[in-house]
C-alpha cells in the first residue's frame, strides 16, 4: 500500500472507531481532505483513492490546483479566512464555503455566484474560544447573521463550522464542539434549519465526531506535515514562521 493509501485507512478507521463509540453511523460523517500548501499531485494521489472533496485556504493557490485536477466530480470547499477581493474567484471556483464571519462577504458571495452554478453552499464560523481565536464571529451574533445570510438568493446556508484553541485534553477538546451544536440546534428550533455542523481536524476529530460533527476537515493527517506555503502570507500555513537557515 502507498503512503497515501496507509494514511486514508488509518483515518477511515478512527472516522469508524469514533462513530461506533458515538452510536452513530459513520456515513453522516463527510471527510474533506485540506490540501492547503500539498501540491496538485499529491490531491490527485488521495483523489485516485476515492477522496473527492477537498479544502483550501489560500486561493491563489487553490485556483492553480482547481485548474490541474479538473474532474468534474470533485466538490472544492474554501475554509480560510476571506478577503472583499477574493470574493469573486471563491464564488465562481467553490462548491462550499466554511468561513463566513460577516454578512458583507455573504453579500459579495451572494451577488458574485454565478448563474450557470447551483447555489453556493455556506457555513458561518462561529468563534467558540474567546480571545484564543480571531477567526469567526461571536455565538451571540450568529443567529441573527443565519437569518440574514439565510435570505440570500444564491446561496444555500447549511450549517456551522468551528476551529478551536488547540487543545490536548479530549474532554477540553470536546466542549466547544458541544456548544457549537447547542447553537446550531436551538438556531433550527427558531427558524433556519441547519443539517451541518463542519468541526473536527487532525488533533481532534474523535471529539468532534462524540459531538455531532458531520463534515471533518483533515490536513495533516491524510498528507503528513504541511509543506510551506509559497502564496500564504507569513510562509506556513500554521501562521509560525518558517524555519529559515536549519540553525538552532
Ligand atoms: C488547516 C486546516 C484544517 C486541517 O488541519 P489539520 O490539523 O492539518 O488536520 C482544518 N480546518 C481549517 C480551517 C484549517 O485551516
Known amino acids: 500500500m502507498s503512503t497515501t493509501e496507509n494514511r486514508l485507512q488509518a ?6 472507531r469514533a462513530a461506533a463509540m458515538a452510536g452513530r453511523n ?29 479544502g483550501e485556504n489560500y486561493v491563489q493557490e487553490a485556483l492553480e490546483k482547481i485548474q490541474a485536477l479538473d ?27 466554511h468561513s463566513v464571519d460577516r454578512l458583507a462577504i455573504a453579500e459579495r458571495l451572494s451577488n458574485q455566484r454565478p448563474d ?3 447555489a453556493l453552499q455556506i457555513c458561518l464560523q462561529v468563534n467558540m474560544s474567546g480571545e484564543a481565536s480571531k477567526s469567526g464571529c461571536e455565538p451571540t451574533s450568529a443567529p ?23 487543545q490536548s485534553d479530549p474532554a477540553l477538546q470536546r466542549e466547544p464542539f458541544d456548544r457549537l451544536r447547542e447553537l446550531a440546534h436551538a438556531i433550527s428550533r427558531t427558524g433556519t434549519m441547519l443539517d451541518t ?30 509543506v510551506p506555503a509559497a502564496h500564504s502570507p507569513g510562509g506556513t500555513s500554521s501562521g509560525q514562521p518558517a524555519a529559515s537557515s536549519g540553525q538552532q
Open 144 to 166: 441573527a447573521l443565519v437569518a440574514a445570510i439565510a435570505r440570500l438568493p444564491r446561496l444555500q446556508l447549511r450549517g456551522l463550522m468551528t476551529v478551536p484553541a488547540p
Open 26 to 54: 459513520a456515513q453522516e460523517i463527510t471527510l474533506i481532505a485540506v490540501s492547503k500548501t500539498q501540491p496538485a499531485d499529491a490531491v490527485r494521489a488521495l483523489a485516485a483513492a476515492g477522496i473527492r472533496q477537498f
Open 11 to 16: 483515518v477511515t478507521g478512527r472516522i469508524a
Open 197 to 226: 455542523l463542519s468541526m473536527g481536524m487532525s488533533d481532534d476529530l474523535e471529539a468532534a465526531i462524540a459531538a455531532g460533527s458531520t463534515m471533518i476537515r483533515i490536513g495533516t493527517a491524510l498528507f503528513g506535515a504541511r
Open 71 to 97: 474532474e468534474p466530480d470533485i466538490i472544492w470547499h474554501f475554509i480560510g479566512p476571506i478577503q472583499s477581493n477574493k470574493t469573486r474567484a471563491i464564488a465562481t471556483h467553490f462548491d462550499w464555503v
Open 116 to 118: 450557470d452554478r447551483p
